[in-house]
């Protein structure tokens, strides 16, 4: 037989050979690093047979970032892991442990339950394990035969999988210890280098809440000490950001059980909120926008007619009204038509441009909920532009440069994608041509790198989606930049063209921030808490050394007015009031004492950096920051 390799060559092999075999027809080192037979998107034990024509690429210990080399090494790990725990734990029984997204866990019944403290020891039974080199063996065998193996374990979850699986079956045996398992697995446990539990959990037996519930361990493990580290770093990183865990820390805002997945914000919070809305309503403003205000509920009957109740009713939340329902609105979108339709408009009033931040209300499942990245409670900074069919370029060009300015401001990579007709497109392939064709031209004038998901579009247009990228390297899905032709068609709306006949307007969709809620969100992570100063809710904090320099020191802050300074006059000491201050990230703190006066202030940055200035020198730094 042949099997294809990677660069179309042939390879002539036995009938019956396997990815081991070939690994060894080309080379004795391929075979001793080979982890993994890939072919076709398909991972496949190395030991497993060939199939005659098939195409493989073999997969080694130098893969150590391939999704698919790394899964095979976790879930390898994951049989050390059961093995280790059934020998720390006599009668503990054994359930399932499959790889997942960076790393594994294996669910156990444990006859005692056992905390957090218990990983460390199993982790160390582990390395025992890789310390002595195991080497897995893959057998197929009967149902019966796997059957009564498991049986006489008293492995009753195992039994279960048995009887509930159809195809061959499959046993790997690394040690004295046997699983159940389709595999694939590594060959043996040399090119495990790093191995870390991460943590423990409850979870039922398939899932089922009905049935026992188990413990589940979960751990990573990496081809590379290096690799391992950085993974932990990232994941200490992130905890340490964690916008939830900040809000509490800074005194941004809270989430209760009183309002699911609705924040409520604290003066703190709300000083970032407002910051944004000016910056949002100032940059509106400079660019051509009109501010309007609509309703929050409307009429059953006007979702209808805008398509929400059909594709969008079991997120909306709906009020009794009268005799009749009224939908709290998810979207702006029916009042921005209605407001349109409510005069005569010719194409002089076009471009129109309708800005709005209101809240909108999703219904959302109650497991979905996140923080503030994932809300019922959404304020965007909407806003849908009506325009002809020759102003859509320019117009989404306007949009691009907008958004480019806004990402910019924070200090993140911002990464656009265009998105093309789907199936189930309304309209011909000629309107298709021509709006996309614009969309691609707005994007190119302005010099922007894009990727284009094709048939990725919503059935009424083509679309850009706005990503950022973190300083952690985490992407996220910001605002969007929607073209609709059909919106605007279902709410009759029309404007007298230049020869006098009455057109449909195009209508675009747009919010770049996305919401403020998850924004704010993305930005208290980004940051890590320490805002930049103009976003900073408290900007200058005054600390007087003495309760002699208390007056002077309120002085100052009335001084420096036109900025959030305060002065924290508690009779604490001064080196708790400075740490303090460094806990909630103030980015000016001021120490006044004897020394001190408006000639001589002791200004302390965030970060630690001290300085001597006088009270003329630091307006002139403020104002550069
Ligand atoms: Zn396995
Ligand atoms: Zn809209």
Redesign the pocket.
């Given at each position: 037989m042949k099997v294809v390799l990677p660069d179309n060559s042939e390879l002539e092999l036995p009938d019956g050979a396997t990815g081991l075999d070939a690994a060894r027809a080309i080379g004795p080192k391929l075979a001793e690093q080979a982890v993994l037979v890939r072919s076709n998107g398909n991972i496949q034990d190395l030991r497993a047979p060939l199939a005659d024509g098939q195409e493989i690429q073999i997969l080694t210990t130098r893969d150590t970032h391939d999704p698919d080399a790394l899964s095979v090494l976790r879930?390898?790990t994951?049989?050390l892991l059961a093995e280790a725990v059934r020998r720390l734990y006599p009668g503990t029984k054994i359930a399932i442990?499959p790889p997942i997204e960076n790393g594994f866990y294996y669910d156990f019944e444990f006859p005692e339950p056992i905390g957090e403290e218990a990983l460390e020891r199993i982790e160390q039974e582990i390395q025992h394990e890789l310390e002595e080199g195991r080497a897995w063996n893959r057998e197929e065998v009967a149902a019966e035969q796997a059957r009564s193996y498991f049986a006489e374990q008293g492995e009753e979850y195992k039994v279960e999988l048995v009887d509930t699986a159809d195809g061959p079956i499959t046993m790997?045996t690394q040690g004295d210890f046997t699983?159940l398992?389709?595999?694939?697995?590594l060959q043996d446990s040399k090119p495990i280098k790093a191995v870390k539990l991460t943590g423990l959990a409850g979870a039922y037996w398939r899932g089922d809440e009905h049935n026992t519930q188990l413990t589940r361990i979960y751990g990573t493990a990496f081809y590379d000490q290096a690799d391992l580290d950085a993974y932990l770093e990232q994941l200490e990183q992130a905890r340490a950001r964690d916008h939830r865990r900040l809000g509490t820390q800074l005194d941004l805002f809270h989430l209760s059980d009183h309002a699911p997945g609705m924040p409520f914000w604290h003066p703190k919070g709300m000083v970032i909120w407002n910051a944004l809305e000016d910056l949002r309503r100032r940059e509106n403003l400079k660019r051509g926008y009109v501010e309007v205000k609509t309703p929050l509920l409307y009429d059953v009957g006007t979702w209808v007619t805008s398509g929400h109740w059909e594709k969008f009713k079991d997120e909306m939340f709906i009020v009794p009204y009268s005799d009749r329902e009224l939908g709290l609105k998810p979207m702006n979108c029916p009042g921005h038509m209605l407001l349109f339709g409510s005069d005569l408009r010719s194409y002089r009033d076009l471009p129109l441009r309708y800005a709005e931040s209101s809240t909108l209300h999703r219904n959302e499942r109650a497991g979905t909920l996140h923080g503030l990245l994932r809300v019922q409670h959404v304020t965007q900074d909407d806003a849908h532009m009506f325009v002809t069919p020759e102003q859509i370029e320019e117009e989404i060009f306007g949009c691009l440069d907008f958004a480019a300015y806004l990402y910019d401001l924070f200090g993140m990579e911002a990464r656009f994608e265009l998105s093309t007709r789907p199936e189930n497109k309304l309209g011909t392939d000629e309107e298709w041509d021509f709006t996309e064709g614009a969309l691609k031209n707005a994007l190119e004038r302005r010099g922007i790198d894009y990727t284009v998901n094709e048939g990725d579009g919503a059935f009424y247009g083509p679309k850009i989606d706005l990503h950022m990228t973190d300083v952690l390297g985490r992407s996220w899905q910001m605002g969007t930049i929607q073209l609709d032709s059909q919106m605007p068609a279902r709410f009759g709306l029309s404007y007298m063209g230049e020869d006098n006949a009455e057109h449909t307007p195009y209508v675009i969709h747009r919010a770049l921030f996305g919401s403020l809620e998850r924004f704010i969100g993305i930005l208290i992570e980004h940051y890590a808490g320490a805002f930049p100063f103009w976003l900073a809710p408290v900007q200058i904090r005054v600390i007087p050394i003495g309760e002699a320099h208390r007056a002077a020191a309120h002085r100052l802050a009335d001084e420096l007015g036109d900025y959030r300074a305060e002065v924290d006059e508690r009779n604490e000491t001064v080196g708790k009031r400075i740490r303090e201050a460094e806990v909630e990230k103030i980015p000016i703190v001021i120490l006044y004492g004897d020394k001190e006066s408006d000639e001589s202030l002791a200004v302390r940055e965030r970060g630690g950096e001290q300085s001597t200035k006088s009270l003329s020198e630091l307006r002139e730094y403020l104002a550069t920051l």
């Open positions: 879930h390898s994951a049989h442990g790997y699983d398992c389709r595999g694939p697995h």
